[in-house]
């Protein structure tokens, strides 16, 4: 049975509804290219979400941290689904300046942290991440993965799909058990100089990521 199936009692929050919220949420105000800040579409923000929460159980009820949140897209939503507490944490002030102000549009609590992501110490039930893709600053990608791996029994994140056998053989050599959830696009909108086209596109994979062993106590 598909999610979308399943009676309304199970499924509080319709994908739909999740996504016409979080596309209310404010980008970037002043997004650095250093930092590969591209807000992930609310579609795909929902899609991931509702995977999370109906499918696996890891949102609803749970401890929740968004790393590197920039204005709080997955932060925000996993706080819609229900979590019990939700963390988001970035080192750019003007960044969670709006996160900040779209919690409060949106009427919803979450602990908006300034900082690099290795300021959280854990453990919570599941991490949410849309890291760089390490474009900029080689292996970004895994030192995000590195943290997450240390702080959640579950993990969420989404990945160049040009990376794939990469990313693979690092995970297995952790020790990791993951599945790609998706294969889709993710929508990048023209916000830098070197940016030809008013959007584009790049092909990415969302994984659900599990330390083998990991302790589920929180």
């Not at 949140?69 to 080192?91: C, N, P, S, W």
Request: net charge neutral; aromatic share 6%.
């Amino acid at each position: 049975m598909k999610p979308d199936e399943k009676s309304a009692s199970i499924v509080k929050v319709r994908k739909r509804e999740l996504a016409i919220s979080l596309q209310s949420v404010k980008g970037h105000p002043e997004p650095k290219l250093a930092l590969e800040q591209y807000t992930i579409p609310a579609e795909l923000a929902s899609e991931v979400l509702f995977e999370a929460c109906y499918v696996h159980g890891d949102i609803e009820g749970k401890t929740v941290a968004d790393l590197g949140t920039g204005t709080g897209r997955l932060a925000l939503g996993a706080a819609m689904l229900g979590a019990e507490y939700v963390a988001g944490v970035d080192v750019d002030r003007k960044a969670l300046g709006a996160a900040l102000e779209n919690s409060k549009q949106l009427g919803l609590e979450v602990d908006w942290i300034l900082g690099k992501i290795e300021v959280l110490k854990g453990p919570v039930d599941t991490v949410l991440m849309n890291p760089p893709f390490g474009t900029r600053t080689p292996h970004t990608d895994l030192r995000f993965l590195e943290t997450a791996l240390r702080l959640g029994n579950v993990t969420y994140s989404i990945h160049k799909s040009s990376t794939r056998g990469f990313l693979h053989r690092w995970l297995q050599e952790k020790g990791s058990r993951f599945e790609i959830l998706m294969e889709t696009k993710m929508e990048i909108p023209h916000q830098f100089p070197f940016h030809r086209r008013k959007r584009s596109s790049v092909d990415v994979d969302v994984y659900r990521i599990e330390q083998v062993g990991q302790s589920l106590r929180i």
